[in-house]
């Protein structure tokens, strides 16, 4: 074989790495098998593990991180997300953008959480980010989330 032929070669073996790894590391990839629980009791380490408890699909466990004013109201209106029916968790990452502590009893987290979606030319995807403020409360067990809102849908 001649030089031109080895560089197209070598180029279309390049791509094909460069493909394949892009298809690896993607956002997101195995994100509930990557989260691990951090089990504090702060309030940004209680809304990671809230947020790892959504992408393990543990309804149970992510139920005990809100406080029992939003337990109460979600448990009377049954609002509480069937996790059968929730979006794929896989393609999701959540990161805390600040912490701000109201005194010793409340505290209020900004949060974004980023959506992957697969496709597009060598599939590449797209990312799209949510941005939301929570608000926790400390009550006798520890920090709460009392806001309302599924953030991670």
Excluded at 104 to 126: C, H, K, M, S, T
């Amino acid at each position: 074989m001649d030089r031109f032929s080895w560089i197209v070669i070598g180029v279309v073996g390049l791509l094909l790495l460069a493909a394949l790894g892009a298809a690896t590391l993607r956002p997101g990839a195995g994100a509930a098998a990557q989260e691990v629980y951090l089990e504090q009791d702060t309030p940004d380490g209680v809304v990671h593990d809230a947020f790892v408890a959504f992408l393990r699909r543990d309804t149970e466990r992510m139920k005990g991180y809100f406080s029992e004013r939003v337990r109460a109201n979600f448990d009377r209106d049954q609002r509480w997300p069937n996790m059968d029916y929730a979006p794929q968790t896989g393609s999701r990452r959540m990161r805390i953008e600040s912490v701000e502590m109201q005194g010793e009893e409340r505290a209020i987290i900004a949060i974004a959480v980023d959506n992957y979606n697969p496709g597009g030319l060598f599939n590449q995807g797209n990312v799209w980010t949510s941005q939301q403020t929570l608000t926790l409360v400390r009550e006798q067990d520890g920090w709460k989330i009392d806001s309302e809102n599924f953030y991670f849908y």
